[in-house]
Each structure stands twice: as structure tokens, then as C-alpha cells.
């Protein structure tokens, strides 16, 4: 992951902040906030809280009970002044009970991985509306695994559909690695839970309003999601070249195939796209 030591960060739902603590300590931003969803009882019940306290000896802030969903828990954070805002390893929350997942997605008819895409496609336009400075760099970086489920989220392609805003248009500027040798002392934690990630390979994938041409350089973009391959990949399951019309037709047929076109569609239905 690149990190420019000019640009002011925000980080979202940093699970036990040794993110942000490793991003303070070795890339050394002009100014950094830091985000967890959980209070800080919890966040310190559930790990501990020795990134917290590198953080505040560093004077740098440390929101609490920010959801990333809700205007309503940011009343203390200063809008519109980063340039970058990230969130690692994105997840929505376990639901306490059967109740609560009946509640969410049966009964609502909503998948877990619609709740996915909605977290982070409202991530997105709340952070190119209320976090990023204007007149600043104007990036967002999200970090994910390339395994299931975190892969049938379809980041690069679905998450801006049906945005209808021309003028600053939020456009995919492509992926880089996620190396966590980059960020000694981070831990990638898992949600709810206090114990972290052993795989820790990830893709960056980066948005933006603007061209960055410097950064560009340093990104990448698979055959599977450029739009003038669309014919010989499938975007949506990350596969091909197919060498023929046949080989398609049997990718189209198998059942990763077909159980991603019922996410896309769902997703659909849901954005009221369908
Ligand atoms: C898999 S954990 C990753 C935690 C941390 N980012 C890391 O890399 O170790 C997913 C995180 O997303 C956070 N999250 C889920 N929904 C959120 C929301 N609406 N607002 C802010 N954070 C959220 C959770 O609190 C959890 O810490």
C-alpha cells in the first residue's frame, strides 16, 4: 500500500487500532484520525488497548462509536479535511442471535452479502462527501482478501452502480498488494472477535475523483475487470481468458457462475436496478 507522508489519513472501523498505530509510527502522516466502531470498554474487553494509548501519546484523535453508516456518531470529527480515507478488511458486524439475523436478512429478503455491499458502497459516498477535502487528494482505499466471501462482494466493479453524479464522479483506479510487512505491529483482527488473521494477503483497491497519474502507475488493474475484455473474462467470478464461445458457455453454466449472478442480482434488486 502506498502512503504519501503529505497526506492527512482517516482510517474506518481500525478493530483494535494497530493499523492506525502502525501507520502513525512508520509512515508517519501530517495528520491522522482514527476510527473504531465499538467503544473504547469494549475495544479494550475485546483486545487490548496498547494501540489506543501509542495513539493518544501521540496526540493524535481517536473516535469511538464511529459507524461509518451513521452521520449521527460523527458530530466529533472535522469533515471535509483528509485526503485519504481507508478502511482494512472491511466486514459488517456478526449478528447477536437468530432474531437479529432474521431481522436483518430474512425477513428483509437482504443477503449477508448485499449488507456487505451496502456497508461499503455507503462507505464510499460518505467518504467522498463528508471526509475528503476538496481541494485535497481525494482518495479511498479499501483493503480486502481475494478469498470468499470477501471476493463475492464483486469490489471492483458493482459497489458505484446507478450513481448518477457527473460531476465528481467516484471512479475504480485499480488495486495494488496489501503487504503487511509495511505495517510492523498491525494485527488484522477478526470481527467481533479477539483473535487475528493469520492469512494476511490483500488487495488495495483504490477510488477516486480525480486522476492521480503518479499513484496510477503503481496500480493494476486484471484482465478481468478492464471493460474492453469484458467479452473474453468474467468480470464478476475473476476468470479467463476464454479461448472460445464454448468455454464461456461452460463457465456461464458452472456453479460459482451462477451462484454470483444471484449476488449481482440481489444487489440489483436491492439498488432498485433490476
Ligand atoms: C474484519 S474486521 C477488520 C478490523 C480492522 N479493520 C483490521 O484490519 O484488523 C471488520 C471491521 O469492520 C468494522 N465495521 C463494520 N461495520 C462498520 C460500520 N458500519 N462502521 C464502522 N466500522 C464498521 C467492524 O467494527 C470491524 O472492526
Known amino acids: 500500500m502506498f ?33 473504531v466502531l465499538d467503544s473504547l470498554e469494549t475495544l479494550t474487553k475485546k483486545y487490548d488497548n496498547k494501540a489506543y494509548q501509542i495513539l493518544r501519546q501521540h496526540h493524535c484523535e481517536v473516535l469511538t462509536l464511529f459507524d461509518v ?37 430474512s425477513q428483509a429478503n437482504i443477503s449477508v452479502n448485499t449488507l456487505n455491499r451496502h456497508l461499503l458502497r455507503t462507505f464510499l459516498i460518505n467518504t467522498f ?4 477535502d476538496p481541494k485535497g487528494e481525494n ?31 467516484i471512479s475504480y483506479l485499480g488495486q495494488m498488494n496489501f503487504d503487511i510487512n509495511h505495517f510492523p505491529g498491525y494485527k488484522i483482527r477478526n470481527v467481533d472477535r ?31 475487470a478492464k471493460a474492453s475484455l469484458s467479452d473474453t473474462y468474467c468480470a464478476f467470478c475473476r476468470v479467463g481468458p476464454f479461448y472460445s464461445h464454448q468455454d464461456k458457455l461452460e463457465h456461464q453454466s458452472s456453479k460459482r457462475h451462477k451462484k454470483m449472478t444471484i449476488f449481482h442480482n440481489q444487489w440489483l434488486n436491492y439498488l432498485n436496478l433490476s
Open 139 to 169: 482518495l479511498c482505499f479499501i483493503t480486502s482478501k481475494d478469498v470468499k466471501p470477501y471476493r463475492d462482494w464483486d469490489i471492483e466493479n458493482t459497489l458505484l452502480l446507478g450513481i448518477k453524479n457527473d460531476k465528481n464522479l
Open 3 to 35: 502512503i504519501n507522508p503529505n497526506w492527512r489519513i482517516l482510517t474506518i472501523g481500525d478493530g483494535d487500532l494497530s493499523f492506525s498505530a502502525s501507520l502513525l509510527n512508520h509512515h508517519t502522516p501530517k495528520k491522522l484520525t482514527a476510527t
Open 129 to 132: 462527501s463528508h471526509f475528503l
Open 194 to 224: 479477539d483473535k487475528h488473521v493469520k492469512n494476511t494477503q490483500g488487495n488495495t483497491y483504490v477510488y477516486s475523483n480525480q486522476t492521480h497519474a503518479e499513484l496510477s502507475k503503481k496500480l493494476m488493474i486484471p484482465d478481468y
Open 69 to 105: 453508516t451513521n452521520k449521527k456518531t460523527w458530530s466529533n470529527l472535522k469533515q471535509n479535511s483528509y485526503d485519504l480515507v481507508v478502511f482494512q478488511f472491511p466486514l459488517i458486524p456478526a449478528f447477536s442471535s437468530q432474531d437479529d439475523f432474521h431481522q436483518h436478512c
